[in-house]
């Protein structure tokens, strides 16, 4: 398995984790969230399959996501609504590594991959999945 498709898969992985996230917490405002991530996580994925197959994809900003940050940092009552047999704590700490993790490959990857179309992929990458993060580490 190459380096991209080790990144597929990671999103894969991680569309499914965030579904099971958002099963859990169906009964409060963190679903929407977790089902909006998985989401990305499917998008991310969908473009770099279209990469692997050298096949035309296009980037897009999310300013929606932008929008669950402000929310998410704003309103402390979401962080009490996660019902999962985890506790909040391990389930903020396991995203957030998931998404330091993706940020540290697409990192990785952007250092092996000259100017043009893949560096902008790579950058597009770090910039959303930094921005997931981000509503992770308030």
Not at 55 to 84: C, G, H, Q, V
């Amino acid at each position: 398995m190459n380096r991209l498709e080790f990144a597929i898969q990671m999103e894969n992985d991680g569309q499914t984790y965030y579904l099971e996230l958002a099963e859990a917490n169906k009964d409060n405002r963190l679903s929407i969230l977790f089902r909006k991530l998985a989401n990305d996580e499917r998008i991310h994925a969908e473009i770099l399959s279209k990469r692997l197959k050298d096949l035309p994809y296009e980037l897009s900003d999310n300013e929606e996501l932008l929008n669950f940050e402000n929310a998410f940092a704003s309103n402390r009552d979401i962080r009490n609504e996660i019902r999962t047999t985890l506790t909040q704590l391990d389930v903020y700490q396991a995203v957030l590594d998931r998404e330091m993790k993706s940020i540290e490959l697409y990192r990785d990857m952007r250092k092996n991959t000259n100017q043009g179309r893949d560096a902008m992929l790579m950058d597009f990458l770090i910039f959303q999945e930094t921005a997931q993060a981000k509503i992770f580490q308030g």
